[in-house]
């Protein structure tokens, strides 16, 4: 199988070495022969992928072994059974940088061995023991607010046209709130309306709202991106018309309490401070307020606003004790995460959809339900109509069409590499007489400004 680095590595040989050491390190003394040995083959395979690239990113996503984001073939039952020994574990990433040194590995292989799922995060123990080059993914902080990026509040390619619609009513929406008048339950139910029959069912629309947002999307974008992926999760699971509309409603005022926050709180660069913190995690409570007082809304609207950023094991915020939130939060946390990760954040770059899914993966069960969270990857594709990608091959494409059952391997039209003129339709799936895949999606590329993905998904 080609990857699309100039010498290719086994992911596999890296994590079946990581997977013996631990097992050696808990069984055999430190200096034992045969750990070195170990060592020794897990450094050289790295080694090899290492002289060419910065980082080894090794992630397993829904049982696939994927490096550097291409999927790598995992058959065969050792190898099944590895991959569930590191999701027994909790694992699901880890990433070697380059200046990696042996005894790295066997720290993290000593960790692996002790470790139970307690503690201190996973990044913070690791650091503990001296380890810089290797990162174990479990957890990510969503939130870091290290960087200082200046994103436009909004988007600047042409939208959909009911999209467009909706994001301006609501942008009316969150002023209103903001200047303290009252929420007009009128224009909410036409929005819900609007976003139910006209834009939950654009392919347009879904593309834009799935795919990367190079836009700092301030609370009216991100409230109806919210809405139309809530809707998207709540048919999948069965709602019925009703409780869609319920749920769309809530979704679009989930964060309406944001409208009470001071704008540089919400959109400050670099560490909170504890003040500063408790002010934005105030956005659920003053959010049910505001909504609790709004006559003629769902009953369970202010419900979803409070509960929003709490977690399945009732972890989160505001503190409520153990109360495990209603099912339509769990539902608006999942599009919710979805969309603040794929999202510019003044702290943050916009994540692609497949890494995004990834993110996900490793809050399920701690945060988010997991089967929601399987259901919305499922529902999902990893390369959404209108992304732009580029292939193993260093084509680059848009994506129109998806293949059922195997959504890695999109239909593209593939663009010059210049001018974005659009050329040939690709078929990614497409495999060689030996049953390999021609090519595969090595990574999403922002789209430029003034491409008409609309056109030509149009088109398509
Ligand atoms: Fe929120």
């Given at each position: 199988m080609s990857t699309p680095s100039a010498a290719p590595v086994d992911p596999l040989a890296v994590l079946k070495g990581l997977a013996a050491l631990r097992r050696l390190t808990g069984t055999y003394p430190p200096g034992h022969p045969m750990i070195g040995q170990k060592l020794k083959e897990i450094g050289d395979a790295s080694a090899a992928h290492l002289q060419h690239s910065e980082v080894l990113r090794i992630d397993v996503i829904r049982g696939d072994v994927f490096l550097d984001s291409v999927p790598t073939s995992t058959e065969g039952q050792a190898n099944q059974q590895l991959i569930a020994q590191?999701?027994?574990?909790?694992?699901?990433?880890?990433?070697?940088?380059?200046?990696?040194?042996?005894?790295?590995?066997?720290?993290?292989?000593?960790?692996?061995?002790?470790?139970?799922?307690?503690?201190?995060?996973?990044?913070?123990?690791?650091?503990?023991?001296?380890?810089?080059?290797?990162?174990?993914?479990?957890?990510?902080?969503?939130d870091?607010?290290?960087?200082?990026?200046?994103?436009?509040?909004a988007?600047?390619?042409?939208?959909?046209?009911?999209?467009?619609?909706?994001?301006?009513?609501?942008?009316?929406?969150?002023?209103?709130?903001?200047?303290?008048?009252?929420?007009?339950?009128?224009?909410?139910?036409?929005?819900?309306?609007?976003?139910?029959?006209?834009?939950?069912?654009?392919?347009?629309?879904?593309?834009?709202?799935l795919a990367v947002k190079q836009y700092e999307n301030l609370t009216y974008c991100h409230s109806v991106n919210v809405s139309v992926l809530s809707l998207m999760l709540g048919k999948q699971v069965g709602l019925d018309e009703t409780t869609q509309a319920a749920l769309v409603e809530a979704a679009l005022l989930h964060d309406v309490g944001?409208?009470?926050?001071?704008?540089?709180?919400?959109?400050?660069?670099?560490?909170?401070?504890?003040?500063?913190?408790?002010?934005?995690?105030?956005?659920?409570?003053?959010?049910?307020?505001?909504?609790?007082?709004?006559?003629?809304?769902?009953?369970?609207?202010?419900?979803?606003?409070?509960?929003?950023?709490?977690?399945?094991k009732g972890t989160g915020y505001p503190?409520?004790?153990?109360?495990?939130?209603?099912?339509?939060?769990?539902?608006v946390s999942v599009a919710d995460i979805y969309e603040?990760?794929?999202?510019?954040?003044?702290?943050?770059?916009?994540?692609?959809?497949?890494?995004?899914?990834?993110i996900m993966?490793?809050?399920?069960?701690?945060?988010?339900?997991?089967?929601?969270?399987?259901?919305?990857?499922?529902?999902?594709?990893?390369?959404p109509l209108g992304s732009l990608v580029r292939t193993s091959r260093n084509e680059l494409g848009l994506v129109i069409a998806t293949n059922q059952g195997d959504p890695l391997h999109p239909v593209l039209r593939l663009l010059d590499q210049l001018t974005y003129?659009?050329?040939?339709?690709?078929?990614?799936?497409?495999?060689?007489?030996?049953?390999?895949?021609?090519?595969?999606?090595?990574?999403?590329?922002?789209?430029?400004?003034g491409l008409d993905v609309r056109g030509m998904l149009e088109a398509a």
């Open positions: 590191l999701a027994a574990l909790g694992v699901d990433s880890i990433h070697i940088t380059r200046g990696v040194e042996l005894d790295e590995f066997l720290s993290v292989a000593e960790f692996l061995w002790q470790f139970n799922g307690s503690g201190d995060s996973v990044a913070y123990q690791l650091a503990a023991r001296n380890v810089r080059h290797i990162s174990v993914g479990r957890l990510v902080p969503l870091t607010r290290w960087r200082a990026q200046q994103w436009p509040d988007p600047t390619a042409p939208l959909d046209a009911d999209y467009a619609e909706s994001i301006l009513r609501a942008q009316q929406t969150f002023e209103d709130a903001a200047a303290g008048k009252p929420i007009d339950v009128v224009t909410v139910r036409d929005l819900v309306q609007l976003l139910i029959h006209k834009v939950a069912r654009s392919n347009a629309a879904l593309g834009q709202i944001k409208t009470q926050i001071p704008l540089e709180i919400v959109k400050k660069p670099g560490v909170l401070d504890k003040n500063e913190r408790k002010t934005i995690e105030s956005h659920t409570t003053l959010g049910a307020e505001i909504l609790v007082q709004t006559s003629g809304l769902h009953p369970l609207t202010p419900t979803i606003a409070l509960e929003h950023h709490r977690g399945v503190d409520l004790g153990n109360a495990i939130p209603h099912p339509m939060s769990q539902i603040a990760i794929t999202g510019a954040r003044t702290y943050q770059d916009p994540t692609p959809p497949e890494r995004a899914c990834l993966a490793r809050l399920a069960g701690e945060k988010l339900n997991t089967a929601l969270v399987k259901t919305f990857v499922n529902a999902i594709t990893f390369f003129e659009p050329t040939d339709r690709l078929n990614t799936a497409l495999r060689d007489a030996s049953g390999t895949y021609e090519r595969h999606i090595s990574q999403s590329v922002p789209v430029p400004e």
